[in-house]
C-alpha cells in the first residue's frame, strides 16, 4: 500500500507559482511511476505529468508544457510539481498518484486507469 498526501495548493494569482508536494508513506516511490492530475468543476479528470522514479523520466501535457516542472526527492520520498506563470484555465483539484514502473514505460502514463493509489487532492485557485 502507498498512502499519498498533497499539499501546496492555494490562491494565486495569474502570473504566479505553486509548488505541490506529494509526499508518499508505506511502500516507497523507488520503483514507481508518480503521476499528476488536474479535475476542474464540471471537467473530467486529465493528464498533466508524470514522472518515473527511476531515471527521471518526464512528460507533461502540451497545455502545461514549459510553464510546469515535475521532480522528486528520493530521500524525502516526496514529489513536486513546480507551477509557474499560472492562469485562470490551471485553476482544478490536483491530485499525484503512484503507479508502477511500466505505467511510464509503457506510454500510459496519462490514463488516470493505470494508477493504483490517489491522494486526496489540492485545490488551486488562479484569479484573473
Known amino acids: 500500500q502507498v498512502q499519498l498526501v498533497e499539499s501546496g495548493g492555494g490562491l494565486v494569482q495569474a502570473g504566479g507559482s505553486l509548488r505541490l508536494s506529494c509526499a508518499a508513506s508505506?511502500?516507497?516511490?523507488?520503483?514507481?511511476?508518480m503521476g499528476w492530475f488536474r479535475q476542474a468543476p464540471g471537467k473530467e479528470r486529465e493528464f498533466v505529468a508524470a514522472l518515473s522514479w527511476i531515471g527521471a523520466n518526464t512528460a507533461y501535457a502540451d497545455s502545461v508544457k514549459g510553464r510546469f516542472t515535475t521532480s522528486r526527492d528520493n530521500a524525502k520520498n516526496t514529489g513536486y510539481l513546480q507551477m509557474n506563470s499560472l492562469n485562470p484555465e490551471d485553476t482544478a483539484v490536483y491530485y499525484c498518484a503512484a503507479g508502477g514502473a511500466h505505467t511510464y514505460y509503457s506510454g500510459r502514463y496519462s490514463r488516470a486507469d493505470r494508477y493504483d493509489y490517489w491522494g486526496q487532492g489540492t485545490q488551486v485557485i488562479v484569479s484573473s
Open positions: 508505506g511502500r516507497t516511490f523507488t520503483s514507481n511511476t
